[in-house]
Structures are given as structure tokens and as C-alpha cells.
């Protein structure tokens, strides 16, 4: 379990690090190696060169203003975490977060790297596609936004070409008056999802994520769907899947259940924030 | 094709450690093989267990899921640097025996490794968050219940930390392998 050769190669400036990646197709980048890592040691990838943006500060940040929050490529899933800011301008990534892997794993971890990953098992790629977010990408070609709904291509696929580097994710802001609620089953807390339920309720629209059901993050419309008929609704529109960790059936239970659970707890959690927002 | 290597500078407990190591060198196998410090345990070596879980800047971190050559400049912290200077036991591993926290012992390493940075982000934790303190440790022996007293035993005994802060007088060692 000890991963193939390759260059290592560390930049110390973003310039730098997209030549160091554009002069190699078969090179990857080293974010905060908590996926990619594993993949390297059971050899399931065998990249050419690595490229470790850890040296790169400028990407470290978290800004937060009223449009939204962004994430740079180095911010660790526990800054994020930790940020008092990002769960006051969008409570969904904070509570989404705490059910990223445990606290070691998400000292080193990044978001944006989570995103890049494009796992459909992962808590931040349903997060950000429910918000409607996107990842800025930097290349020798320039620069490029890529919108939530253009990222997941498939199973751990996104559309990142392969001489692009994520700098930045986009999270928007909670428009005043919306909700958000976010649950999840796992075996034991901090373990991939069996099923995950993200939901967003903003005036009329009603919205659910799905995590760990379908291979690309999966966002379902139940605006107008009346309480009680939430989770055979967001059933119909997806098709959950088997696998050593839960049988199909199982899981069509569970987004029955947490469905109606966590799309009402958006539903409460606006009215909530609408009275106190009332003048 | 001989594989490029790399010159690393490591600091760990305190002291510097000059190394010369592929880039694809795992930080737990660095510390194990090319420094001699085999408190370090290797379990699963791919994130899941724990047992390799090291200090990085007094964080937490799976030293299976880093490569030497990207720990450089940061100091590491091993559960041989957890001791207090004069060799006597911190108040982690001190609740560990008091309270049976290990039977095998494999996995105790990264448990007082995550443990001793736990307390020192919460040094009053409830009972739910000793278990959330350790919920990323496996421990083959299932020795949970004892491990979680331990927790709650260290927590009443206080914060010591002295792997945290580098040893007095401790001398700067250059070694190759
Ligand atoms: C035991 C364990 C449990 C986990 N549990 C969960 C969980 O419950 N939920 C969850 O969501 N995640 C979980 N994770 C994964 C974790 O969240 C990782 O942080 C995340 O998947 C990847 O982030 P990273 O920074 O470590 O990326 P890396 O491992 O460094 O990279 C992952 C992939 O993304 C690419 N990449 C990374 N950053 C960039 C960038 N800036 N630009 C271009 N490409 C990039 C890499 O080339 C690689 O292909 C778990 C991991 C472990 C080890
Ligand atoms: S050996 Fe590193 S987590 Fe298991
Ligand atoms: S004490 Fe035996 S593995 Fe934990």
C-alpha cells in the first residue's frame, strides 16, 4: 500500500503552479490529500507529477460579505468550520461541515478539494449545488467560473480540465427570510453518508439535496409539495441505488423519512428567521 | 528510471531531523523508518483508523495522508514527544492507565495523540464529546468504554501539554539515514 513514483513538485506562487501543472497532463493536484492520498497508496491512481498547492498562502483565505461566502482552495474544511461569519451568512455550510468526515480528517481537508472531487457521497458538492454556487478555475488559458450544475459530470468526475487548478468556491448568501436544514444517517458520526439530506425553503420554493443516493449530487424541486407527501415525492424523482452499505430499499426509506424531517425543518427554520428579520 | 530525491527538513518533539527521501515517502513511514520513532502506529494507511494520527502544528492530522516532503517547516508532534521532560507520564497517558484506556495498545498512539489536542480545543468536555473526541480512532480491541473515561479522567487531571511546546535544552539532531 505505498503509492507509484512520481515528481513532486511544490510552488510557491499560483503562476507558478498552473505552469508546474500545464507542462504535464498526466499531473495532479496535491490540495489537502485526504482522498487523493488513499487513491495513491492502493494505487488506484498513478499520476505522473504531483503539484502541492500547499505552499500557496494566497489561497488560504475565507472572505465573507453579503453576496455570500468564498472559500479558497487552501481553507481546511475546519476553518471553515470554525468561522463565525460563514454560519451567520450561510448556515447550510456550516451545518453541512460537521458532517465532514471527524475533526483530524477535516484539519486537512479543503472544501474547495472536496468539491474538485466530485464524490456524490460528500456533504459539499450536494451544498453547493442545492445554493446554485460555483468554483472559479485558473489555468495558463485564463481564468473561468464554472456554475454548481455544469461541476458534476459523474462518479467522482468534474469538469475541471486537466491543467486547471480550483482556486475559489462560491457559496451565496442566505437571502433574508429563507431557511436551511441539513441531516444525514451514517453509522456512526463522521462516516460517509448512507443517506443525506440537505434542504433550502426561500419564500414559495422549496428545494432538497441528496447525498450518497444518485452519482451525481442530485437536487429535487418540492415547492408546493404539501407536508406528508414530501419524501414519496423526492422518491419519484430518484432512483436510490444498493450497495454493500444499504440495499435500495433501505435507502428509499431513508429519504422518505429524513425528506419530510429536514425539508420541514427548513420550512420552520425560514418562518423563524422571517419573524426575527420582521421589523 | 532512479527516483529524484528530496532533502527534508523535519522537526518533531523539539528536534530537527535532515532527511533524503522520495517524494512519494508517507510522513508515517518517514517517521518511522528513516527517524526510529515507531510510536507512530500504521493501521489501515488510508485514513480510516487513526492510528498514525500525529501533531502538525498542534492539530490532528493522519501522517498516512502526507508526504514527508510536505511536512516541511511545520513541527510534528509524536506520542514520544507527549511525555513530560523528565520522562514522566503527561496527564493523558497518566488517565490511560489509571482508567484501562488500552489493552493491546496498538491504537494508543493515535488516541493520545487526538486526545491531548482534544482537550486542549475543549479542556471541559461533556460526556458527548469525549465520544466525539475519539469517534475517528478505531480500536481493535473495541476498548472503547475505558477509552472515553480516560478522556473524561485527563480532563478532570488538567491540561498538560509539554510535547507543545519544544523541550528545554533539547539539541538539534542532524540526521541522515
Ligand atoms: C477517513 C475519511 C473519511 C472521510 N469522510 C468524508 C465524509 O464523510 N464526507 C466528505 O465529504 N468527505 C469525507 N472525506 C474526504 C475529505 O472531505 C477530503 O477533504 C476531500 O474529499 C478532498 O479534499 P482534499 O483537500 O483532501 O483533496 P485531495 O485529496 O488533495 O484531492 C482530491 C482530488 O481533487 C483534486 N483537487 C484538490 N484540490 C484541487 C484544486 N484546488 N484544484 C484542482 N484539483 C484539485 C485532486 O487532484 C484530487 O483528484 C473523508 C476522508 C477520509 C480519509
Ligand atoms: S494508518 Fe493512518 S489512519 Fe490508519
Ligand atoms: S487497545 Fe488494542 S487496538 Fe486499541
Keep these: 500500500m505505498k503509492p507509484a513514483p512520481f515528481a513532486y513538485h511544490r510552488p510557491s506562487t499560483l503562476d507558478e503552479a498552473i505552469a508546474t501543472l500545464a507542462a504535464d497532463p498526466h499531473a495532479k493536484v496535491l490540495a489537502g490529500g485526504q482522498s487523493l492520498v488513499p487513491l495513491l497508496s492502493m494505487r488506484l491512481a498513478q499520476p505522473s507529477a504531483l503539484v502541492d498547492i500547499n505552499g500557496l498562502a494566497e489561497l488560504a483565505g475565507i472572505r465573507v460579505d453579503d453576496r455570500g461566502v468564498r472559500i479558497g482552495a487552501l481553507a481546511r474544511h475546519a476553518d471553515v468550520l470554525a468561522s463565525a461569519e460563514v454560519r451567520r451568512t450561510q448556515p447550510l455550510v456550516s451545518l453541512a461541515l460537521a458532517h465532514v468526515a471527524h475533526a483530524t480528517i477535516r484539519n486537512r481537508g479543503t472544501t474547495v478539494g472536496s468539491l474538485v472531487h466530485a464524490d456524490a457521497a460528500a456533504e459539499m458538492p450536494v451544498v453547493l449545488t442545492l445554493l446554485g454556487g460555483s468554483v472559479e478555475v485558473a489555468s495558463v488559458r485564463g481564468r473561468r467560473t464554472i456554475a454548481a450544475a455544469e461541476l458534476f459530470l459523474g462518479p467522482l468526475e468534474s469538469s475541471l480540465a486537466p491543467d486547471e487548478i480550483a482556486v475559489s468556491a462560491d457559496f451565496p448568501a442566505l437571502p433574508a427570510g429563507a431557511g436551511v436544514a441539513f441531516e444525514e444517517i451514517a453509522r456512526r458520526h463522521g462516516d460517509y453518508a448512507l443517506c443525506g439530506v440537505a434542504a433550502l425553503a426561500d419564500g414559495e420554493t422549496v428545494k432538497a439535496g441528496f447525498v450518497s443516493v444518485s452519482d451525481v449530487p442530485t437536487v429535487v424541486d418540492l415547492s408546493g409539495v404539501p407536508a406528508g407527501e414530501r419524501g414519496a415525492a423526492a422518491l419519484a424523482e430518484l432512483d436510490p441505488v444498493g450497495d454493500i452499505h444499504a440495499t435500495a430499499a433501505y435507502r428509499s426509506q431513508l429519504v422518505r423519512v429524513l425528506t419530510e424531517r429536514v425539508v420541514g425543518s427548513a420550512v420552520r427554520d425560514a418562518e423563524l428567521r422571517s419573524r426575527e428579520g420582521a421589523p | ?177
Design chain 2, 1 to 177: 528510471m532512479s527516483e529524484e530525491l528530496h532533502d527534508v527538513r523535519l522537526s518533531v518533539n523539539g528536534a530537527s531531523y535532515d532527511v533524503r527521501v522520495p517524494g512519494r515517502r508517507l510522513l508515517s513511514d518517514a517517521l518511522r523508518h528513516d527517524l526510529g520513532l515507531t510510536g507512530t502506529h500504521v493501521g489501515c494507511e488510508h485514513g480510516v483508523c487513526g492510528a498514525c494520527t500525529v501533531l502538525l502544528d498542534g492539530a490532528p492530522v493522519r501522517a498516512c495522508l502526507m508526504f514527508a516532503v510536505s511536512a516541511q517547516g511545520q513541527e510534528i508532534t509524536t506520542v514520544e514527544g507527549l511525555a513530560r521532560p523528565d520522562g514522566t507520564l503527561s496527564n493523558v497517558q497518566q488517565a490511560f492507565v489509571e482508567c484501562h484506556g488500552l489493552q493491546c495498545g496498538f491504537c494508543t498512539p493515535g488516541f493520545l495523540t487526538t486526545i491531548t489536542a482534544g482537550l486542549r480545543a475543549n479542556p471541559t468536555p461533556t460526556h458527548e464529546e469525549c465520544r466525539e473526541m475519539v469517534a475517528g480512532n478505531l480500536c481493535r480491541c473495541t476498548g472503547y468504554q475505558n477509552i472515553v473515561r480516560a478522556v473524561e479522567r485527563a480532563a478532570e487531571l488538567g491540561l498538560d501539554t509539554p510535547s507543545l511546546v519544544p523541550r528545554e535544552g533539547s539539541s538539534t539532531n542532524e540526521e541522515t539515514p
